[in-house]
């Protein structure tokens, strides 16, 4: 198995620029835990997760002045759509991550794995693997 067969295929992403209300209406309509960010071209420089938001936002620094680029997490851990699953879930496990998203050869966002949608897997596999 590998990445692109399992990963939510192009993702919403969020703009480095763009404000904190801005992103978290993002996570409230998809309801989702994890956002790629990408740059004016287009390129991943980060991934912004809840926990990002909610702790930054509990600080004193007001919300409106806040932009994604403060928040976010800067060194990100990308793979590629032919990564194979166990390699991803060996990054997401090494680096401590919920998500990781995947990038083509020229650094555009693809796809993001989350640790659901590799229990999702696993889940289909069962079933396939336990059918009559």
Excluded: C
């Amino acid at each position: 198995m590998i990445a692109a067969d399992v990963m939510t295929n192009d993702p919403r992403t969020v703009r480095v620029n763009d404000s904190i209300g801005e992103a978290w209406q993002v996570f409230r309509e998809l309801d989702i835990r994890h956002v790629p960010v990408v740059n004016d071209d287009g390129d991943l420089v980060g991934i912004l997760s809840d926990r990002d938001l909610s702790g930054r936002t509990r600080e004193s620094l007001p919300v409106s002045t806040l932009r994604v680029a403060d928040v976010m997490s800067g060194s990100v851990v990308a793979v590629n759509p032919q990564t194979d699953l166990r390699e991803v879930i060996e990054a997401l496990l090494e680096h401590r991550i919920g998500a990781i998203p995947v990038v083509d050869g020229e650094s555009k966002v693809v796809g993001i794995i989350s640790y659901v949608d590799v229990l999702r897997s696993f889940d289909r596999a069962i079933v396939e693997a336990t059918a009559p």
